[in-house]
């Protein structure tokens, strides 16, 4: 048995997933902390509209998804062929670009925060302040992709670890001081400005480096497949919190918040195994090594993690939402759908290792522009059956086993 655990150790996909894995549920549980802190603190109504927040958050997020997959992607390529001063030309390119898509992006925010603030029921200055997080969107994933590209795994899961800690103490100085949803999402903005600041320290040697010159024409315009395929995955974890917003009262949204929030984990857990095996599958990919076997084990450490959690929401669905939220009776009453969500969530995480695989070895195209018109279904659904937390469930259920079917189709294609 020792003998086995110490020949899987030497196995490069599951080395780099377990640090990953470990870094992030440390990550996750300070973020869990954050969320848990804020819905004791703030009760359901606000938790409600800080979940929209954060739910905005994520979708203003999909640009940085994409830029460090990108970035990640062709890192891995120029580790591969041993030429450092090309990751540096990345870094500097990327970075000048972020800069002016962070201005340009901020103040359209800010024309699109009347609209918004009016539907969702937000004061517009939080929306504000939110869209401030335009710029860690497209600067902060320059360095972990980089990290990412690089597999350096730890100083990628610290740099994380280091973010969601700032996030929690700041979050909760601010909200105990009296600044309510204010105090939270500022500690948001607090904590991604010392990331970017700690992850640019871990670069020193691409920062020192000489630069070589690489046309990079197209860069982004090229992976419009890759900003595609996140964009349905994020909006798929993200809009239903906004459209519980819209159409419930402010209780029932916040508990719907807060059962969604338990139910992520098993996405967020998830996610660690396929951003280990991106550069991995990657950097195989262009060495022309098959790829097959570190998909299939992606795929089954991701199964295996769902089943096993889906397991205790399916048993323990009153007790773990009474546990993590305090002890707290104000979101009990909503704890049976919490296995409906999980599994939601599982048949997402699923189809997100599939996309990262077929991005990883340039196999998705137009079927990843096809993947939006999912997050679309899921929106309709949602909004037609918005009689009950029971039927929004359900409907949020239908779409990602909908989205879940299509990605099986898109793996077995050629």
């Known amino acids: 048995m020792i003998?086995?655990?110490?020949?899987?150790?030497?196995?490069?996909?599951?080395r780099g997933s377990m640090?990953?894995?470990?870094?992030?549920?440390?990550?996750?549980?300070?973020?869990?902390?954050?969320?848990?802190?804020?819905?004791?603190?703030?009760?359901?109504?606000?938790?409600?509209?800080?979940?929209?927040?954060?739910?905005?958050?994520?979708?203003?997020?999909?640009?940085?998804?994409?830029?460090?997959?990108?970035?990640?992607?062709?890192?891995?390529?120029?580790?591969?062929?041993?030429?450092?001063?090309?990751?540096?030309?990345?870094m500097i390119r990327s970075g000048k670009k972020g800069f002016k898509f962070a201005v340009i992006s901020f103040v359209i925010l800010c024309i699109l925060s009347i609209l918004l603030s009016e539907i969702?029921?937000?004061?517009?200055?939080?929306?504000?302040?939110?869209?401030?997080f335009a710029f860690y969107i497209f600067l902060v994933p320059i360095g972990r992709g980089i990290l990412q590209g690089q597999k350096r795994?730890?100083?990628?899961?610290?740099?994380?670890?280091?973010?969601?800690?700032?996030?929690?103490?700041?979050?909760?100085?601010?909200?105990?001081?009296?600044?309510?949803?204010?105090?939270?999402?500022?500690?948001?903005?607090?904590s991604s400005a010392c990331a970017f600041f700690i992850i640019f320290a871990m670069l020193k040697k691409v920062v020192k480096s000489e630069r070589e010159q690489e046309s990079f024409d197209g860069l982004y315009k090229g992976s419009m497949p890759v900003l595609a395929a996140i964009t349905a995955i994020v909006l798929m974890?993200?809009?239903?919190?906004?459209?519980?917003?819209?159409?419930?009262?402010?209780?029932?949204?916040?508990?719907?918040?807060?059962?969604?929030?338990?139910?992520k984990v098993i996405i967020f857990v998830s996610s660690s195994i396929g951003r280990a095996m991106l550069p991995l599958s990657s950097e195989k990919h262009e060495k022309g090594i098959?790829?097959?076997?570190?998909?299939?084990?992606?795929?089954?450490?991701?199964?295996?993690?769902?089943?096993?959690?889906?397991?205790?929401?399916?048993?323990?669905?009153?007790?773990?939402?009474y546990l993590v939220s305090l002890g707290s009776d104000k979101y009990v009453e909503a704890s049976h759908i919490l296995?409906?969500?999980?599994?939601?969530?599982?048949?997402?995480?699923?189809?997100?290792i599939i996309i990262l695989y077929k991005i990883s070895v340039n196999k998705i195209r137009k079927s990843a522009f096809v993947l939006i018109i999912f997050a679309v279904i899921q929106a309709l659904l949602l909004i037609y059956y918005k009689q009950s937390l029971d039927s929004f469930a359900n409907a949020f259920l239908v779409s990602n086993i909908l989205l879940f079917v299509y990605s099986l189709f898109v793996s077995f294609k050629k």
């Open 290 to 321: 098959d790829t097959q076997r570190l998909f299939q084990k992606s795929l089954l450490l991701v199964t295996a993690i769902s089943v096993v959690i889906l397991l205790f929401y399916y048993a323990l669905p009153e007790f773990i939402v």
């Open 3 to 14: 003998g086995r655990i110490k020949e899987m150790m030497k196995d490069e996909l599951v």
């Open 153 to 190: 795994f730890l100083g990628f899961g610290l740099n994380l670890i280091f973010e969601s800690c700032i996030k929690v103490l700041v979050s909760i100085l601010l909200v105990f001081a009296g600044w309510r949803v204010y105090g939270a999402i500022a500690g948001v903005l607090i």
């Open 237 to 263: 974890y993200s809009i239903d919190i906004l459209i519980a917003k819209a159409v419930f009262d402010p209780e029932v949204a916040g508990q719907y918040a807060f059962i969604s929030l338990i139910g």
């Open 19 to 90: 640090v990953l894995v470990i870094s992030i549920v440390i990550f996750n549980l300070f973020n869990y902390a954050f969320q848990i802190s804020m819905a004791k603190m703030l009760g359901p109504a606000d938790f409600g509209v800080l979940a929209a927040l954060m739910s905005i958050i994520y979708i203003l997020n999909i640009p940085g998804e994409a830029i460090q997959t990108v970035v990640s992607k062709y890192t891995s390529k120029f580790v591969s062929q041993n030429k450092i001063g090309k990751i540096k030309e990345l």
């Open 339 to 352: 296995f409906r969500l999980g599994a939601a969530y599982a048949m997402l995480s699923i189809a997100n």
């Open 120 to 132: 969702i029921k937000i004061e517009l200055w939080l929306l504000i302040l939110t869209g401030v």
